[in-house]
């Protein structure tokens, strides 16, 4: 662990990027070509098979194919979290990326027992709120 970061040093070989990228760019030919919403090919959410309820990650493909196409007010509809989680993960990639190239080691985010209660704290929180059937929260809700 390095000192005072809370990350830890990973060794990335070149062919494991790039086979990370070639694995993202077929899902997102794949999930571009084909919209969720109308096939079967995509899993069911269990969660919501059981309960009836949408889980935090309901609707993710189908705001992910709308992101894809260029509708965001969609995939904001589809799945807000998801949506506004993509820019800081898309920030993190970057600064990775860049600290990479510059020769740097890649860094692995670590975390504590609260980062991680925080996450399953906004997950449940967002699950809830998804759920409450009024104005406004029904937005929420992927239609």
């Known amino acids: 662990m390095t000192p ?3 990350t830890v040093r990973a060794p990335v070989p070149g062919w494991a990027g790039v086979a990370a990228l070639v694995l993202a760019l077929g899902c997102a030919a794949v999930l571009f070509l084909v ?9 069911q959410c269990v969660f919501h098979r059981v309960t009836g309820w949408n889980c935090p990650g309901c609707g993710s493909l189908r705001a992910m194919h709308q ?3 260029g509708h965001l007010l969609a995939a904001l509809r589809d799945n807000a979290l998801l949506m506004l989680s993509l820019p800081v993960a898309a920030v993190y990639a970057l ?3 860049f600290r990479w190239r510059a020769g740097l080691p890649v860094l692995i985010p670590t975390t504590g027992v609260r980062g991680i209660l ?11 709120v998804r759920n409450i059937p009024v104005s406004p929260f029904i937005y929420l809700s992927p239609p």
Not at 35 to 43: E, F, N, Q, R, T
Not at 118 to 128: D, N, Q, R, S, W
């Open 95 to 97: 600064r990775q990326f």
């Open 118 to 128: 925080l996450l399953v704290g906004v997950l449940v929180a967002f699950t809830i």
């Open 67 to 69: 992101l894809l196409h």
């Open 35 to 43: 919209d969720p919403a109308h096939c079967p090919l995509y899993p």
């Open 4 to 6: 005072n970061t809370g």
